[in-house]
């Protein structure tokens, strides 16, 4: 069953790759929600975008933007599994994508930016920050309040903490991380390693200079941890444990599963 019948069903279908990466407008948006509430094809397709928005915006590399690949620029690559998976939803992003600017998907892979573009990030301070900025109810934080599955770790030397909750998905795995204690400016990778060595990239994002989850940081802003997700092709059981590593190879905490 696809949902609502008439003349804009086809279109509104396949607006839903767009919408799980919050590139469309508030009108867009509004219309396709609308559309939601009676398409049962389109509530299961949008369930198994969650978590995925990163790696697709990884993976739209667009010739001639001006822009560096992004996917080179992550600290571990989406494994020939994950890839495969995505190849058919990136292929028809980028379709959509033609209509309004690159940059803006560019910017949901590698930076926090404010609003809910790309759904991978959240500060819970309603302050502006780069990627899914800030946001009271935002799909990261909202994501983590409910799952029950969540692992720890803190690195004694750089005094970063982090929890990562999980939920299998047919797809994998959805994971939220919460970080705490970071400073910026840095641009840093969340990392799935399975427990067969395999390494995959879950979500990127930048710090900026105030940082996140600093206990005695001067603004409220400072002081809320940061919350983003993402995807991996692994299953929970399948993940040894993750790493929270900066873009040049620094490694500021690790959680075991």
């Not at 299961?44 to 822009?67: H, I, N």
């Given at each position: 069953m696809?949902?609502?019948?008439?003349g804009s069903g086809a279109s509104e279908h396949e607006t839903v790759g767009a919408y799980a990466l919050?590139?469309?407008?508030?009108?867009?948006?509004?219309?396709?929600?609308?559309?939601?509430?009676?398409?049962?094809?389109?509530?299961?397709?949008?369930?198994?975008?969650?978590?995925?928005?990163?790696?697709?915006?990884?993976?739209?590399?667009?010739?001639?933007?001006?822009?560096?690949?992004i996917g080179e620029s992550l600290s571990a690559k989406p494994s020939p599994r994950l890839v495969t998976k995505l190849v058919d939803e990136v292929a028809e992003r980028r379709a959509l994508t033609r209509r309004?600017?690159?940059?803006?998907?560019?910017?949901?892979?590698?930076?926090?930016?404010?609003?809910?573009?790309?759904?991978?990030?959240?500060t819970g301070d309603g302050g502006g920050t780069s990627n899914e900025a800030a946001h009271e109810t935002s799909p990261a934080k909202a994501a983590f309040d409910v799952m029950t599955q969540r692992v720890s770790g803190r690195n004694a030397s750089t005094?970063?903490?982090?929890?990562?909750a999980m939920e299998p998905k047919a797809w994998g795995t959805h994971a939220v991380l919460e970080l705490k204690n970071v400073t910026g400016p840095e641009k840093c990778s969340l990392i799935a390693v399975g427990k067969n060595g395999e390494r995959?990239?879950?979500?990127?994002?930048?710090?900026?200079?105030?940082?996140?989850g600093i206990p005695n940081a001067k603004t409220e802003q400072a002081r809320q941890p940061l919350y983003v997700h993402?995807?991996?092709?692994?299953?929970?059981?399948?993940?040894?444990h993750f790493e929270v590593m900066t873009f040049d190879g620094?490694?500021?905490?690790?959680?075991?599963?």
């Amino acid at each position: 069953m696809q949902g609502s019948s008439g003349g804009s069903g086809a279109s509104e279908h396949e607006t839903v790759g767009a919408y799980a990466l919050g590139i469309l407008d508030d009108t867009e948006a509004t219309a396709f929600e609308a559309h939601l509430a009676t398409c049962e094809w389109c509530a299961q397709q949008l369930d198994e975008l969650a978590g995925m928005e990163p790696m697709l915006a990884a993976l739209a590399d667009l010739p001639g933007s001006g822009t560096p690949a992004i996917g080179e620029s992550l600290s571990a690559k989406p494994s020939p599994r994950l890839v495969t998976k995505l190849v058919d939803e990136v292929a028809e992003r980028r379709a959509l994508t033609r209509r309004r600017s690159f940059y803006m998907v560019a910017a949901a892979a590698a930076l926090i930016i404010g609003g809910p573009v790309a759904a991978i990030a959240t500060t819970g301070d309603g302050g502006g920050t780069s990627n899914e900025a800030a946001h009271e109810t935002s799909p990261a934080k909202a994501a983590f309040d409910v799952m029950t599955q969540r692992v720890s770790g803190r690195n004694a030397s750089t005094k970063v903490s982090a929890t990562v909750a999980m939920e299998p998905k047919a797809w994998g795995t959805h994971a939220v991380l919460e970080l705490k204690n970071v400073t910026g400016p840095e641009k840093c990778s969340l990392i799935a390693v399975g427990k067969n060595g395999e390494r995959e990239t879950i979500t990127s994002w930048s710090v900026p200079n105030w940082g996140y989850g600093i206990p005695n940081a001067k603004t409220e802003q400072a002081r809320q941890p940061l919350y983003v997700h993402g995807g991996a092709a692994f299953t929970p059981d399948e993940i040894d444990h993750f790493e929270v590593m900066t873009f040049d190879g620094k490694r500021l905490v690790d959680v075991d599963v």
